[in-house]
């Protein structure tokens, strides 16, 4: 069965739809519109779901040397204190190792799972929805036709608005600073304290460096810092615990405002969106990625049962993943919400019942998708 496929967008979820397809038998074609030389900054948390589907695109083996294992989750209130811990091990006992890693590492090892075939520098600009198929016109202006098309093309999606699946994403409201600091304090733990509607977060992602990622919801005024740096010392130079010591050592700051895609449905002809595009959500959860990678896994499984039927497959892909990208969403929601609780009434529940409140947040996520 040879399908013309496209896949628009080489981030995480184009190149892992790419390599699901590839796993399935297919050969889609994947153009990014930034140079080959972009690679991405800071790291990347994965949760045992991800480990999962990628090990289900047969992509384990490459990562297993990249990043640190997280086995535990730290809770602390924003003196340090201890909250609560979350067995993260455990939690995903049978499903997957949980791993902080560079995104740029991630990104390497997706893009080998692709025999490295992203053409570069290559925008989509325009689209025509035919019967059953999709005329697709590119940056340069060239024009090609395609049975299927992927847009992988993040939460501002042109594929998305293109096919008339929907308008633009809603800003969720948080400011994220996310940083790669070498030099800090050693720290074995994924460790997060909690502050007043914002958060510290810190990790080993090998190398003995440590991913930093802090997040506060944005009043009026603060949604784009003139420096983040200043802003990220500001908001956080009166927490305990590893804070100053990494505050000490903080170099750059990247600063990133985070959105939700709610859509009715991904799909539309022979289009159909994944990662993102369909189903951004803040990264409270760390999921966007374990959804990207997991949406790949379905799409390629759902392609080959249907036999390269593309309306079937379309349905099939809908059914199994509607539910489960709702879920992460819900969860997001309601982990936002006790995030922004008022500290003393937030820090006394999660002291009592914090580990068991947040892993049933992920516990449906262990099942199989
Ligand atoms: C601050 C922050 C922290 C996060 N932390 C985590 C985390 O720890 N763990 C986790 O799992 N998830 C995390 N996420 C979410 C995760 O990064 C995303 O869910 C994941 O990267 C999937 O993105 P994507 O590939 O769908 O989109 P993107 O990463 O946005 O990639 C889309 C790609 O499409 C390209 N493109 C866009 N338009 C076109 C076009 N017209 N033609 C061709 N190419 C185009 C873009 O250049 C880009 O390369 C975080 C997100 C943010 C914002």
Redesign the pocket.
């Known amino acids: 069965m040879t399908l013309r496929i496209l896949v ?7 190149l892992a739809a790419a390599r699901g397809l590839r796993v399935a038998g297919f050969r889609p074609e994947v ?4 140079p080959a030389t ?1 690679a ?1 900054g ?6 045992g779901n ?1 480990a999962r589907a990628l090990r289900l695109l047969g992509l384990d083996a490459p990562l297993r040397p990249l990043g640190d294992l997280i086995f535990r989750q730290v809770f602390q209130d924003s003196a340090g204190r201890g909250l609560f811990e979350m067995d993260v091990a455990a939690l995903w006992a049978g499903v997957g190792e949980s791993r902080a890693l560079a ?1 740029a590492d991630l990104q390497q090892v997706l893009l080998t799972g692709v025999g490295g075939e992203v053409r570069y520098d ?4 325009e689209m025509d929805l035919m019967d059953s198929a999709v005329k697709v016109e590119f ?1 340069d202006g060239s024009v090609a036709e395609y049975d299927l098309v992927i847009g ?8 998305r608005a293109k096919a008339g699946l929907g308008g633009a994403a809603t800003p969720t409201g948080q400011v ?1 600073y ?1 940083s790669v600091v070498s030099g800090g304090p050693v720290l074995s733990d994924w460790t997060a304290l909690l502050g007043d509607r914002s958060q510290f977060v810190a990790m080993p992602m090998g190398g003995r460096r440590l991913y930093v ?1 802090a997040d506060e919801t944005a009043v009026a005024g603060t949604e784009n810092p003139a420096d983040p740096k200043a802003r990220l010392r500001e908001l956080f130079g009166g927490f305990g615990g590893c804070v100053p010591q990494i505050l000490d050592v903080i170099e750059k700051v990247q600063v ?1 405002r ?1 959105d939700e895609v709610v859509l009715d449905t991904p799909a539309q002809g022979s289009v159909l969106l ?4 369909a189903h ?1 959500t803040a ?1 409270t959860l ?7 990678l997991e949406d790949a896994v379905v799409l390629g499984e759902v392609l080959k049962q249907s036999g390269g039927d593309v309306p079937a497959a379309l349905a099939s892909y809908q059914n199994r993943r509607r539910q489960r990208c709702d879920l992460v969403r819900e969860r997001t929601r309601e982990r936002d919400t006790t995030r922004d609780m008022a500290p003393a009434e937030r820090d006394l529940m999660l002291r009592e019942r914090g580990q068991e409140i947040f892993s049933d947040q992920y516990r449906e996520l262990t099942e199989p998708f």
Do not use: H, N
């Open positions: 628009v967008g080489g981030g995480i979820s184009g153009v990014e519109e930034l972009m991405p800071a790291g990347i948390y994965l949760p991800a995104r290559t925008a989509v600009r940056g992988a093309d993040g939460r501002r999606s042109t594929v994220v996310r990622y990133a985070t994944v990662g993102d595009a951004a990264p760390a999921q966007g990625a374990a959804m990207a």
